[in-house]
């Protein structure tokens, strides 16, 4: 088969279409036959060579695809050769072919193309795990989802909407901040022009958020937890704003809030099928009902992966970018 290889870290020229072994399924695994893949910041992270695949994982990059099973591993129940798929991945998505463990598995939603399923599986286990299974967001309450049109972020809005909550985001322009209110936003905030604490404040009667979700990291740890609501829960899944930051324990005492931070690749194989069968409980339905939706912001071609990765780097997109195999 072919994938996208990094045979040297480096910018998005590294990333080189190339012939290699095809995988071999293993115990309770599938073999999926791929039809596209996606970008995710953790594939940016894996080209630059800061991010090496846990032990045991494909050294390829990409965290989800979408395709059909072309053969079981031994130990399989429950799928067939032929089912249409989607799959959490802790890589290998940029290949032509990748295995991957049963309990990882998803049904392409009814209604949804095969292609446009490879957007959903790390942005739901990502956002279901965080904002709802360990932030515990409910009716009424409001979250904080910064980078709201970010793949992450277009996919939290939905769901947090389809909870009850009230939804306020973040973003760089006014026009990624309408297209947040299109998917059901309650509150804009300008980052480059707004204090997002300040903002907060006005618009909840200077209570804050119940929940914020933020991909930032050590920059907006401080404002984060300044934002909270007496209770609220900070959920940190991302660090482009750094790794490390001051935290105001008194602050945090204060308002009796927690702050959590967690990755989906390295967990162990069951924490993730657990997750994965959560999405698949609470969130398929949704799709499946038409209340969410994936949003795309381009499909490109598996061997110009480069040029997905330069998209997402330049912070123009409006949710996910995918990679084609055909």
Request: proline share 6%.
């Amino acid at each position: 088969m072919h994938a996208i290889t990094i045979p040297e870290p480096g910018g998005p020229e590294a990333l080189v279409w190339a012939e290699v072994p095809d995988p071999v399924p293993g115990e309770g695994e599938v073999l999926v036959e791929v039809a596209a893949s996606a970008v995710n910041r953790a594939d940016l992270l894996q080209r630059q060579g800061f991010y090496e695949p846990p032990a045991g994982a494909s050294p390829y990059p990409g965290l989800e695809c979408s395709g059909r099973i072309t053969a079981l591993g031994p130990g399989i129940s429950g799928w067939s050769v032929g089912d249409e798929v989607c799959a959490l991945l802790a890589g290998g998505g940029y290949a032509e072919k990748v295995a991957v463990p049963v309990g990882q598995l998803l049904p392409v939603p009814r209604g949804l193309d095969v292609v446009t399923a490879a957007a959903l599986p790390e942005v739901t286990a990502t956002v279901w795990s965080n904002m709802l299974m360990i932030a515990r967001l409910r009716p009424g309450e409001t979250v904080l989802i910064h980078g709201g049109s970010s793949g992450i972020g277009t996919m939290a809005i939905q769901l947090a909407k389809a909870v009850g909550a009230r939804v306020a985001v973040t973003a760089g322009t006014p026009e990624k901040l309408e297209r947040c209110a299109e998917l059901g936003a309650d509150i804009l905030i300008d980052y480059r022009q707004q204090d997002f604490v300040d903002e907060l404040r006005k618009e909840t009667q200077g209570d804050g958020a119940d929940v914020i979700l933020d991909i930032i990291g050590a920059k907006y740890l401080d404002r984060n937890v300044r934002a909270l609501a007496v209770n609220g829960r900070l959920a940190v899944i991302g660090l482009q704003g750094g790794v490390k930051g001051e935290l105001n324990l008194a602050t945090l005492l204060g308002k009796r809030a927690a702050v959590t931070a967690t990755s989906l690749r390295g967990r162990p194989l069951g924490e993730k099928a657990s997750i994965v069968a959560a999405v698949r409980e609470h969130v398929w339905p949704l799709i499946e009902g038409g209340r969410i939706r994936p949003v795309v912001d381009c499909e490109l071609p598996l061997r110009e992966a480069a040029e997905g990765h330069r998209v997402l780097e330049s912070g123009t997109h409006v949710g996910k970018v995918l990679l084609r195999t055909d």
